[in-house]
């Protein structure tokens, strides 16, 4: 039986890049290329004009630009940070307890246990194994807190094993 025990707590600058990437970046390239183009062709319109003192200034399309590139970004690190910080159990050390019937997270407060057919979806990203209890529920173990790139692969293993199991694992 496959036995894996990390414990693992999050730190607000790895908790951001994971958000910044999941709800920020995903979706951009294509709004980026979309809202540039839109852009240029505006803005090259309005300074075809400009230089024949025929329109005003574009600030509307400045502002906007400015709003979408620099503004929205600030904003949203500035909510990601206050939200981390005034919600202790996110950062708070969790352990989790792997084998191939279920999962055992325990932490100051609590403990939980849940088999993997209830699991919703196990997924990886660069610096996380994401174990999603349903659609908006989700814990985060970092890579870098397991014992051994083997604990890893038994992990891998373990997942690859569960018929059914919604799984976006990269190895």
């Known amino acids: ?8 707590a ?21 709004l980026i290329v979309l809202f540039a183009l839109i852009n240029l062709f ?25 709003t979408v590139f620099v503004i929205t970004p600030v904003y949203f690190y500035y909510i990601n940070k206050k939200h981390f910080y005034k919600t202790p159990d996110i950062s708070e050390t969790k352990t989790y307890d792997i084998n191939d019937d279920e999962i055992k997270i325990s932490n100051v407060n609590s403990n939980v246990t849940i088999a ?5 979806r196990i997924s990886e990203s660069r610096d996380f194994i994401i174990i999603y209890f349903d659609y908006a529920t989700a814990y985060l173990i970092n890579k870098a807190h397991f014992q051994s790139t083997d604990d890893l692969n ?3 293993a373990i997942v690859k094993s ?4 919604l799984q976006d694992m990269l190895k």
Not at 162 to 165: R, T, V
């Open 162 to 165: 569960k018929p059914g199991l």
């Open 10 to 30: 999050l730190t607000f600058k790895p908790y951001f890049r994971f958000i910044f990437r999941q709800n920020f970046l995903k979706p951009l390239p294509l």
């Open 154 to 156: 038994t992990l891998y």
């Open 1 to 8: 039986m496959n036995q894996i025990k990390v414990a693992s």
């Open 116 to 120: 993997w057919n209830q699991l919703y």
């Open 42 to 66: 505006l803005l090259s319109n309005y300074f075809l004009k400009f230089m024949y003192f025929e329109l005003k200034y574009p600030w509307f399309q400045m502002i906007l630009v400015l």
